[in-house]
């Protein structure tokens, strides 16, 4: 059966009597009763008269509930789509409309707003979930029946839809097979020597492919416990290190944590292996880390598009500054912008090839045919080089798309808002590097003549229509912006007149 979910559910069943999740008060779900439950909630599913295919759009807190919802979609034949719950009203309107979800599962204090923009797209179904399982959608799910038939699908049918920004300005849906799925969890359990007695600590959001595909489809492949945290605390984090044998993170998780003194090597004397991706890691924080734990963080390039592409070896050397190896059937090649393969050493675009690669973008065939080679090589957008013996380092990106604390920001996006503003004529968004996020929005405004508007006054206008996480960390006032002879803004040299602007932020 291609139903990715098959895969899972033999390993479910299998650990039937282990812990799958332990999490708040370390309240307990067994693989078993996960199996009973993705069942129940497969069935709630059915009540709305979902067909396999048909999307299910989920903007809710982080939760176990929401884990269990994601496997009974994939149980259903649903494609499940989760949203950053940053997004504001007037972002939903763009996946809502594009996306076309037969269910949308929102928190409880958004559902007013949620169904009044819902209708305005046809969509029925509004139900809602708080981060403690409570509202509209679980309240029904206990009185479901405990058994529902893997719905059948092919390997090259969507299972998820991860939206990403990409190099344009609207954000594109990546539509990743039940295929893309398998392969590449077989790839990952196989690479990072995977075993059943791993601890997983769970610090990361579901609403990204890294929280949602090797963070939880790893344990799940091994029959594994995971420690699930809601959110991430540095302070309950260090105290299940010391139960914890392997932490997936961003390069914030391992900032904050070195802000307290109770890391140490005493309490990560059992971890097997730390993993940063989503975000380039630092050196000074590799190194600093290494010398506060005794531990070599594992940095791992991925992205929505191909889920994890490339990791430093569990056994062999981990070059801090590189994102390591390809997993197991996945091809790397550097390339110039016709599409020549450029020799090792040589900087130029990252394409990739393998089982893990998404179908295209969703309803988007232009942006899936430029996204492409003749030959199926998918360009990343990303710049990088690989030496002799196979190792990638990412050095920067065509596009300035910005990835702070792991998310995506595209500037163009927040650009458009700060020039409806009034008192603004020109702006320009990109960049620059942050010890906590990894890289932070900085905005440089022109003002129009005469004009009187402040960077108070620019942060109050545009928090109402922008998630938090796009809001300039910083706002400058200049007189003109640097242009090129075309007259396309010179973003290089802002970046680089700002390149230290966060140094002295302490974490």
Known sequence: MGNFFSLLHEQIQTSANRVFLEFGDRTSITYGEADRMSAQVANRLATFGLKPGDRVTVQVEKSPQVVILYLACLRSGLVFHPLNTAYTLHELEHFFEDAQPSLVVCRPSMAYEVRQLASRFDIEHVETLDENGNGSFWDQVSSQHDEFAVAERSPDDTALLIYTSGTTGKPKGAMITHHNLSSNILAIMEFWEWEANDVLLHVLPLFHVHGLCPALHCPIMGGSKILFQNRFSVSETINLLPHTSVLMAVPTVYTRLLSDNRLTTEVC???????????????????????????????????SEGQMITS?????????????????????????????????????????????????????PTATEKAFRSDGYFITGDLGTIDENGYLSIVGRESDLIISAGLNIYPKEVEDLLNQITGVADSAVFAVPHPDLGEAV???????????????????????????FKIPKKIEFVDDLPRNAMGKVEKKQLRIRHQTEFNSQAR
């Open 269 to 303: 004397q059992d971890i097997r292996i730390f993993l940063s991706g989503s975000a380039p890691l630092l050196p000074e924080t590799a190194y600093e880390f290494e010398r506060r734990t005794g531990h070599r963080i594992m940095e791992r390039y991925g992205m």
């Open 312 to 364: 430093n070896p569990f056994r062999g050397d981990r070059l801090i500054g590189t994102v390591g190896l390809a997993f197991p059937d996945i091809k790397l090649r550097i390339c110039d912008e016709s599409g020549e393969r450029l020799d090792h050493g040589e900087i130029g675009m990252l394409e990739i090839k393998g089982p893990n690669v998404f179908s295209g973008y969703w309803r988007n």
């Open 442 to 468: 900085f905005a440089t405004v022109v003002k129009e003549k005469n004009a009187t508007v402040t960077s108070d006054d620019i942060i109050s206008t545009i928090k109402e229509k922008l998630s938090s």
